[in-house]
């Protein structure tokens, strides 16, 4: 048995009757990991039902099936509550699928979020208004995961009102939903950190849209779409971006950028910043529009778009 934290992760008590697929254990009294439910039986609603179970984990090598298994079943659940017109309820389960697949960004747990962006673009395709209401709920202690479903949200938002076609909304939604990928590969304490970053430390965040987009190719995604939000949400027009300093910026990018800009300074709170009113955060925006670095039409669409 290898180190137990890496190794065997454990559950949360309101997952436990999902995994059917998934082979869960237990912990014995000689520290020992024993099979509790083989794979393809789940566990008893009598059971599940009077809490007769103890404490269980999955092994890291089932981790990637278990988060597909989590992937399809929320994803029914968010069917549901989109057509019941629960947004909250909405934002909870988009938080909880990009949480759960952050954990283990792979092919098979990254291809599950395409069919999440698949339902969020049908459901709001006709009332595409409440997409700015999603992303507008809090939710306590701010995330990637949160930030990325923020900026899926109003990108796509922005997407229907520039009235794109359906299928490529879905594109640079997945794109928008997938531009921080490359922050898992970033140090914990670095990431998280309730300071102001060191030059160093923030060279290190700013590797993230790199890490993302090599991440992506490495499981096999060749959308260019998909893979130039990522790469270049932090680029600008001007050529005062990161990580290439490119001057020709894809249209996803300069979608992308501008929103991911506002998100991240009208929701994030942090020791030395407090998260900025809208209208503040567009005049913010627009001043770096003027000094060449936005797009001009993009911005004034997604100013719209808020309305």
Known sequence: ?????????????????????????????????????????????????????????????DKALGIQELQKTYNKRLKKDIQAGTTEEVKQILVNIVEETLTEPRSGTLSGLKD????????????????????????????????????????????????????????????????????????????????????????IIKAHPIAGYNLLKSEGYRNEIILRGAIEHHEKLDGSGYPHGIKNVSLTGRIIGIIDCYEAITNDDRPYRSALDPLIALSIIKKDVQKGKFDLNIFEKFAYSLL
């Not at 000689?30 to 404490?55: C, F, M, Q, W």
């Not at 939604?173 to 898992?184: C, I, P, Q, Y």
């Open 116 to 203: 999440t962006v698949d339902l969020v673009v049908s459901g709001y395709s006709e009332k595409s208004n409440i997409l700015h209401t999603l992303a507008s709920l809090s939710i306590s202690d701010y995330t990637t995961a949160i930030h990325s479903v923020n900026v899926m949200a109003l990108t796509m938002g922005y997407c229907f009102h520039a009235k794109m076609k359906e299928d490529v909304v879905k594109q640079i939604g997945l794109s928008a939903l997938l531009h921080d990928l490359g922050k898992t590969q970033i140090p914990h304490d670095v990431l998280n950190a309730n300071r102001r970053l060191t030059k160093e430390e923030f060279d």
């Open 1 to 61: 048995m290898s180190n137990e934290k890496t190794e065997w992760i454990k559950i949360r008590k309101s997952q436990i009757n999902i995994y059917r697929t998934t082979p869960l254990y237990y912990l014995n009294e000689h520290k020992k990991y024993i099979l509790y439910k083989p794979a393809g039986k789940s566990l008893t609603d009598v059971r599940l039902l009077e809490n007769r179970y103890p404490d269980l984990f999955i092994n890291h090598k």
